[in-house]
């Protein structure tokens, strides 16, 4: 989730704004690795953008493609929240996304570009792939899918906005889709529950206990499907992190946990998640995982 300006790969790297529902690292300013929800730190790598970048379905897969309403299925009623994690856009309004938003206990950028692998595929892509492919099995269990964005905004949204879209919905589960940039070597997924947060306009008392409920049938249904490991470099070792300066989890009313599927930056995480076959495996993972949340 690492956040990274996505230009011409000749050019330096440069300081982005923050990211909202996370992209290429998890990780807090103390524990020295960018997040969700700040910048990357200058002269980090550059991504170049790559056909298919701007949110489309990468590759033309099929997996990806956009579902039919849902219908009848043991997730009728249910209502699931997609959020996929910054916008292939993002890059061209660096001065809109670097705007400072509250969240509840800090005041961050509204959302940043995300990370990329060494080769271009941007992390945004990926989201918005693995998002589509998840919704689609989501569909067909019967479970209506809202999403944040699905390629079609200029920029954003908000990180703010990306929770209060959960919110409204009154979603009975929500997911932030991301990918990581920390350092090769760092390889494996995690998933980021909600910490106690009850300040400004955020309080997670009552979510936390129903996000945590969620984060450990996303983490055993994503092991099962994609035969990926927990990481071996960030939260328990179990892929379980806690936060507290993530704004699309500060400011949920709603169960909501963000999962990072990789580290992009790590050359054996980076084939999976430029396969589209293991992609579709992760989408299959995060649609059981929210099925077996919904379903107790």
Known sequence: MRTLLLVPAAVAALCCAGCGTGAGGSGTASEGRPGPDRPA???????????????????????????????????????????PGHNPANRDHAKEIARQVDVGNARKECDTTGTSTNDGYAEASFTLDVARRA???????GAKVVFTQDGDRPYGPCVDERAEIGNTAHADAALSIHADGAAAGNRGFHVIRPGVVHSGGADTRKITGPSRDLADHLVGRFVAATGSAPANYIGTGKGLDTRTDLGGLNLSR??????????????????????????????AGIAEGITGFLRG
Do not use: S, Y
């Open 135 to 141: 919704r689609t099995l989501l569909q067909k269990e």
């Open 254 to 283: 709603v169960p909501k946990v963000f999962l990072e599927c990789g580290n992009m930056r790590d050359a054996k995480d980076a084939a999976h998640l430029t396969d589209p076959a293991w992609r579709q495996k992760a989408a």
């Open 41 to 83: 730190a200058a002269g980090e790598h550059t991504a170049t953008a790559r056909p298919g970048d701007g949110g489309t379905d990468h590759e033309g897969d099929a997996g990806a493609e956009r579902a039919p309403a849902a219908g009848g299925g043991p997730l009728k009623g249910k209502v699931v929240v997609i959020d």
